[in-house]
């Protein structure tokens, strides 16, 4: 670039003696009509109009534009042509000088007075010293030349091209169908050389020039008769009016070998070819404009477009006047073809521009080409021609589309290297130097009294429970043995300002308070898929000088994993079963089952089935998770007590609860998930089990079934050894850290940060980010108020059950009155009775008692607007009795699921007998009810 601004400035320095000094744009302004014509002859470009103004503003545009090289070649036109130009800076002594020398050489040469005149305005504006008497003889020579032409041309009735043929009009005779007509046609002779006409007598030349005029008129005569006998009668394209017409307005000049059709016509012709939007007829072309259709790639998307087919004029006439079948068809495609080639290059090499500052965001192929043309096809219009100004825009439009996408990319990526070694995430902890114990043995083995007996003698501690219920029987514990301990659990806080001790569920820990010992128990829920990451995040996380887990031995290689990944101190304590536990040969019918035994089942409906059953001959007590904590305490209470025989539970008897069992039976071997239907894990047989035969009540505990395929799989798993568990661990950030991702990510939507931890967070150590679907649910809730993110991370923590309406519609009406910032009141539940009186009835009660669990667990978070708490309390202990009434009950009757009405006493069908007639013998179901 540099050398050719010198070059440039070089020629722009020599240009200005030509201008008397002043720069080409204004110097050119002084150059005679005539001169700047020679210029544009002299660079080839013959198709300019000669208007002087038009001209001076052309050679403006081609010198600033042009490259160094056209502006050489005006330079050398000056410099060789010697010209000067007219203007007010010529002085008049210049003008004498010139005219003085100019009258001296004329002197010298024999011309005439024409002659004379002519060289005179040759070399008006010529400088005085570039005028010799060889520039003027060569000049005459060449006048003379032009005088000999004028004279012939006047002579021969026509006139000298460019290409020194003579150009003449000649009249010539049409005869076609009935007609007769004479039209004047433009002819040109051979071209004469310059030598020729220069040397030549002009006599000789008129001869000669005049013979060859006659031969061309007759031979385009002989043409035009040959030509008219060869059209088709009937014509397949045109009618005798319009070929008749057609050879009239033909023009008298044209470059064309066949008479040129009227334009109506031949558009007619043509659209019988090819659906043409548009159709342009020039000298040599015809302009078809047609509409095309393209699919763009990636996309399902089609844009239409108009393609220009550029036809060879003369071609399509030869076709036509042949009377030839011709078709556009292979023109279009070819055409269609190299124009959508080059436009999905154009659009190919948009995309990869696009896609590369796209980058960090991952777009798929299909997303990055429908964000472009989101921007494109609008500029596009309809010639689908991505011009360079078009193409910066898109990349301008789409950069500024992905903005604030990519500030938010590389904010999340500086996070993610802010967290990804996640036990840096609990400061304190990190800070203390603390010790690992960990309790490992079956069931009924002391492991958790023996960590109990240390967190009592302990100045300070925490003791994590896995339930609300063991976290109130540790708190009770704790302050029986004379330690102060306060209760912390979702649904309830007691506190004692002067607590040294604290008894928590596990979701409940607080990270910020610091103690001497801190016991988790049942540390293999590490493993569980909704709620490990709660047992995680407390290993790593909590200030405790010694941390003291307590779980089944397949725990072991997890927490020694965990253990090194901490770089802390691990201590193993193996603990033995007190008492043997022994498998039963035969399946144990239900009628001869006997007081002490607990009946394990998989769901509250076939709880609640054997329940009925048992209660014909036992008194019984039910356990199942949709109990309130205290419904579950006061049922084990009873069955601990004597005041029931048999206790019928789900596996939420296995967590910890001490109950004098004597025999485990049971009632199947497979549960439904919350995914898929399975058999039971060993490790599930050896934790169920394991509450048979409670060290101090019972010298032996035994395993049953209620069947023979039960059975087989109890004996089949009980003595496998449980699988161990393995990492990586689920975490889950708490509240900090959720309050530190939206500081980073500007983000308020705690759904967005939720799935940015999960899908996005990489660990160095043995972990991965939890997949909390339920919380996921809850915040998509919350997200739709306008709430604070503290706010929101509460409520979506909040205890829910998503399945049920009722509490939904309960949880939607507090987040509202907490966005509005009103007082939520607690409604009073209305009940039908003591008890209640169907299965249905039971499970609305129950849900009653998870609303009041989740008021009382908002009211301890937003304390200033769930001002109810003594009424929900209240009304919790009411249901609660409602509930246990209800249980103690041998039977409660089923109701039809789709009218409510109470059906028979142990009827297997889920609808009553109107409701099938109804809905059912009617669709072809051939008497078949639908099952229970």
Known sequence: MAKKNKKNTKINQRIRKYFDDDPFDIG???????????????????DIEHNRDLMIKTLRMIWSEADSEIRRDILHFFENEGIIYKGDKVSEQHHFDRDAKIEALLSELDVTPEEATRLREAFSTIRSKKITIEKMES????????????????????????????EFNASLKYKIYDQQFHKILTLNTKPYSYEYIETEPFEAIVEKIGADKVEIVKAKQQSIEKFIASIKDPHQYLTHEEIVNSLRSSPPKTMLSYPLITPKVLRKIINQKIDAKAIDIHDEELLIEVVQSLELPNSQRVVEYNLDLHVELNGVLEEIWNARGFNFDQILNEYKSEFEKAFLEELEALVAECASYANLLNYEKEEIYNKVY???LDQLGIHLTITPKIYRKTVRRFLYSIQEELIKKQRQELLARTIRDFKNLFPIARDMKRKLTLHIGPTNSGKTYTAMQRLKDADTGYYLAPLRLLALEGYENLNSMGVDCSLITGEEQLINDEATHISSTIEMMNFDVD???????????????????????????????????????NAKEAVIALAEYLGEELEIIEFERKNPLEVLDHPVHIEDIKPSTAVVAFSRKDVLKLKQRLSKTFSVSVVYGNLSPEVRREEARRFREGETQVLVATDAIAMGMNLPIKTILFSKADKFDGIIQRDLFPSEIHQISGRAGRYGLEEK??????????LKVIKKNFHKEARKIATPFKVMANLEHIKLVSSILEENSLEEILNFFIKNMEFSGPFYAASLDDMLEASKIVDSYNLDIATKYHLACAPLTLKSPYIITAYETYIHALEKQELVHYQRPKLNGDFAQTSQELLMAEDMVKEISLYLWLSYRFSDYFVDVDKATESRYILNRYIEKTLQKTELSQTCKLCSAVLPTNSKYNICEKCFRKNYTRRGTGGRRPRS
């Open 28 to 46: 050119i302004e002084r150059v005679e009509s005539k001169t700047l014509s020679e210029l544009f002859g002299a660079l080839g470009i013959y």
């Open 139 to 166: 000049k005459l020579r060449h006048i003379r030349f032009e005088i000999k032409k004028e004279v012939l041309e006047k002579e021969l009735e026509g006139f000298f091209d460019i290409d020194d043929s003579l």
């Open 374 to 376: 989101d921007f494109l």
């Open 515 to 553: 103690v001497d010992v801190c016991v988790i128990d049942e540390v293999q829920m590490i493993d569980d898929r909704d709620r490990g990451w709660a047992w995680a995040n407390a290993i790593i996380g909590a200030p405790a000088k010694e941390i003291i887990m307590t779980g089944s031995v």
């Open 701 to 710: 505990g035994y395993v049953g079934a209620l069947n023979k395929e039960t």
